[in-house]
């Protein structure tokens, strides 16, 4: 059994898990105050966005999220990434976060390497974040990912560690609120080594968008 397998028997079996606690936690749940994404800046400097045609039904239905934003946004040049933001306002009732990695390869895009990466002073206060770093492959196109969980106040890699604290935070605080961050570059595969550049890139958006961050996903 290779280990995206044994991964995804895992996190179903945890998701499951997760699920039938929190539907069986029946207390009315802590409403949280936060900025709508419609309100989101477009203009994020150097950065200007467009916004990413609407998710269609189907798939807003598969990912049950509350409200959701996803952009291109550009900066001087041509270079471009992809955001998108997912938030749940409860995950009592079944709709919980959905790892990318469960939907982009039913897009047609597959994990070609994994791993993590640490951003350091990521609000310019000298804070840093721990984010999942991905290369996906479809055909001849490759993409740098980078993904992470945001709720409650906290930044989160890690699938497990999150359904953990949702878990302890449904029975300490009495809330499930919660979100998912995805930042995407393309890489260029004409060139050889331009890998660096996208993630160079990617990290590059992520530090000027998240200070903006804690007015959208409540902590």
Not at 92 to 113: F, K, M, Y
Not at 131 to 141: A, E, F, S, T
Not at 152 to 162: M, Q
Not at 190 to 204: F, I, M, T
Request: aromatic share 10%; hydrophobic share 40%.
């Amino acid at each position: 059994m290779n280990s995206i397998v044994a991964r995804a028997i895992a996190i179903c079996l945890l998701l499951g898990a997760t699920t039938v606690f929190l539907a069986n936690a029946r207390r009315t749940e802590v409403a949280v105050t936060r900025t709508p994404f419609a309100s989101f800046p477009m203009n994020i400097d150097p950065w200007r966005a467009v916004n990413a045609p609407p998710l269609e039904d189907d798939i807003l239905k598969v990912l049950g999220v509350d409200d959701y934003l996803s952009r291109i946004y550009y900066r001087q040049g041509g270079e471009h990434v992809g955001l998108y933001m997912g938030f749940y306002g409860s995950q009592r009732q079944g709709d919980t976060i959905h790892s990318p990695l469960n939907c982009l390869p039913g897009a047609g895009w597959e994990p070609v390497s994994e791993g993590r990466l640490t951003i350091p002073n990521v609000d310019g206060q000298g804070r840093a974040i721990t984010v999942n770093r991905y290369i996906v492959q479809k055909g001849l196109d490759r993409q740098m990912v980078l993904y992470w969980y945001q709720a409650r106040g906290r930044v989160v890699a890690s699938e497990y560690t999150s359904k953990a604290y949702l878990i302890n935070d449904a029975i300490r605080r009495n809330r499930t609120d919660g979100s998912m961050v995805r930042v995407i570059a393309p890489i260029d595969t004409r060139v050889e080594g331009k890998s660096a550049e996208a993630e160079q890139l990617a990290v590059d958006f992520v530090r000027a968008m998240f200070p903006l961050l804690p007015s959208y996903l409540p902590e």
